[in-house]
Structure formats: structure tokens, C-alpha cells
Antibody, heavy 122, light 108 residues
Framework: EVQLVESGGGLVQPGRSLRLSCTAS????????MSWVRQAPGKGLEWVSF??????????EYAASVKGRFTISRDDSKSIAYLQMNNLKAEDTAVYYC?????????????WGQGTLVTVSS | SSELTQDPAVSVALGQTVRITCQGD??????ASWYQQKPGQAPVLVIY???NRPSGIPDRFSGSSSGNTASLTITGAQAEDEADYYC???????????FGGGTKLTVL
């Protein structure tokens, strides 16, 4: 059974940093791209970032709203994807979901974690 | 602002058919995928690719595309289909991903 479990969320002051983790199980982690998607309270889904597999160079993409502040990475030996979030702003407050994907050129993700809440507030 | 545009809300009578649409320039090049999200839950993939359903998704859900518009159709809507629905695809650059703003489906 495929499982994605996010951790690392919490309350953080503006300007500070936080690192989210996504622990995967039930599949060969290194064979899949991994993404982070967020949802602000009462709002829609917003794509944040994804990281390709090592076979595709492990390269990364970021939404304009987080580029330069967030860094996605992966440890295939541990089946974990990370999202390092620096210089956090109030508008980064959201539930952050880890997803398995994009699965192909159209960008769909087939599995999602339950999410971890990040609250940026003084 | 989203590069994929959805109607904010749609309603359907129980057992009837409803179509939820998603418009965007990138949809002429890439398929849309569709996710169902119920309150307090993570999104669930319901349609991907040309018209594919993951295991466990009822066959009353189907997808289609024409030009720059993708559609999710629910044939014979059930009470449990009441949820928010989001489309997703590549953006116009093809490098990034984007979600539509979401459609709240009410089953009357």
C-alpha cells in the first residue's frame, strides 16, 4: 500500500525557517518524481515544487511565489522528500501536501499524503 | 491568478448528469487531471490522461477535452459526490504545474 506521511509543520514566526519531510512507503521511491502542493485556509490548491528522479537528473521546479526561498530535495536511500522553507511569510500559511508525481507530461499525481499544517505568525 | 479557470460553484440534482469545466491555453497541449476533495480530507485523483480512472473510482466519472477546455462529467451524481473539484495540468511554459481555482459541487 502506497503511503505518504508528512511531518515538520507547526507555528513559526515570519522570517524564520522550517523543514517539512515526506516519508514514503509501499513503492520504489527513487522511481518517482515527488511534489509539494499547499492549500491556504479556505482556499484552493497551489502547486509549490517538484523534484524529478535521479534518472532525470533530480532537477527541480518551483512556483514563482516560493522560488528563491524554498528548496525541495530527496533522499532515495531513506524514501524521504524534503521541503526546506526559508524566510517564511504569513502568506505561506497553509496545509502542505506531499504527492507522488508528476507522473507524466500532464502533471498528475496519483497519491497524496494527509498534509501538515504550517502557520506563519508572530 | 490561476492559468486554469473553473466555475466557482455548480449544482446538480441527485441522479442527474453534471459537467465541470476547466479552461486554459495549456490544455491544448496537455491533458488535465481532476481531483476530488471533501472537507478536511486530502485531494483524491479521479481522472487523469485522456480519460483514465484510478482503481476504485466509480465509472460515473469521466473526462474529456476539446481545444483549450477540459471537462469532468459525473453521470448520475450521488450525494457522496458533493465536494470540491480541482483541475490540474502544466502551465503555458510547460515547465511548471498549475491548479484551477476549484469548483464546489452541490448535489441537490
Amino acid at each position: 500500500e502506497v503511503q505518504l506521511v508528512e511531518s515538520g509543520g507547526g507555528l513559526v514566526q515570519p522570517g524564520r525557517s522550517l523543514r517539512l519531510s515526506c516519508t514514503a512507503s509501499g513503492f520504489t521511491f527513487g522511481d518517482y518524481a515527488m511534489s509539494w502542493v499547499r492549500q491556504a485556509p479556505g482556499k484552493g490548491l497551489e502547486w509549490v515544487s517538484f523534484i524529478r528522479t535521479k534518472a532525470y537528473g533530480g532537477t527541480t521546479e518551483y512556483a514563482a511565489s516560493v522560488k528563491g526561498r524554498f528548496t525541495i530535495s530527496r533522499d532515495d536511500s531513506k524514501s524521504i522528500a524534503y521541503l526546506q522553507m526559508n524566510n517564511l511569510k504569513a502568506e505561506d500559511t497553509a496545509v502542505y501536501y506531499c504527492t507522488r508525481g508528476p507522473r507524466d507530461s500532464s502533471g498528475w499525481s496519483d497519491y497524496w499524503g494527509q498534509g501538515t499544517l504550517v502557520t506563519v505568525s508572530s | 491568478s490561476s492559468e486554469l479557470t473553473q466555475d466557482p460553484a455548480v449544482s446538480v440534482a441527485l441522479g442527474q448528469t453534471v459537467r465541470i469545466t476547466c479552461q486554459g491555453d495549456s490544455l491544448s497541449s496537455y491533458y488535465a487531471s481532476w481531483y476530488q476533495q471533501k472537507p478536511g480530507q486530502a485531494p483524491v485523483l479521479v481522472i487523469y490522461g485522456k480519460n483514465n480512472r484510478p482503481s476504485g473510482i466509480p465509472d460515473r466519472f469521466s473526462g474529456s477535452s476539446s481545444g483549450n477546455t477540459a471537462s469532468l462529467t459525473i453521470t448520475g451524481a450521488q450525494a457522496e459526490d458533493e465536494a470540491d473539484y480541482y483541475c490540474n495540468s502544466r502551465d503555458s511554459s510547460g515547465e511548471h504545474l498549475v491548479f484551477g481555482g476549484g469548483t464546489k459541487l452541490t448535489v441537490l
